[in-house]
């Protein structure tokens, strides 16, 4: 099970940090997604990362402006979101998958997280 947490309200320019946190073992098997979705668009992959934390993946919409990180001895995966402007604003959830390809299309992924809001105000 993923338990996402960390969002909520912030000005444009500011920063937030969302957390995934993991129960079970073998988390060091899995890569871990951040997935968001805004009102009226499609759910879009932002960031992923792979078991060892040595291979990441960011749309290139947050390059440059979010971190992705992973701590295996504490089952949690972390994006780092500065410079947030309006159109961050949706829905994040964390995800994880044994396969890099489904992790990243979010079709049959393995676990999700519930949604945790960031909204960026202008």
């Known amino acids: 099970q993923l338990q996402a947490s960390g969002g909520g309200w912030v000005q444009a320019g500011g920063s937030l940090r969302l957390s995934c946190a993991a129960s079970g073992r073998a988390f060091s098997r899995y890569f871990v997604g951040w997935f968001r979705q805004a009102p009226g668009k499609e759910r879009e992959c932002v960031a992923t990362i792979n078991g060892s934390g040595n291979s990441i993946y960011y749309v290139d919409t947050v390059k440059g402006r979010f971190t992705i990180s992973r701590d295996n001895a504490k089952n949690t995966v972390v994006l780092q979101m500065s410079r947030l402007t309006p159109e961050d604003t949706a829905v994040y959830y964390c995800?994880?998958?044994?396969?890099?390809?489904?992790?990243?299309?979010?079709?049959?992924?393995?676990?999700w997280g519930q949604g945790t809001q960031v909204t960026v105000s202008s």
């Open positions: 995800a994880a998958d044994p396969s890099a390809y489904q992790l990243q299309s979010g079709i049959r992924v393995d676990y």
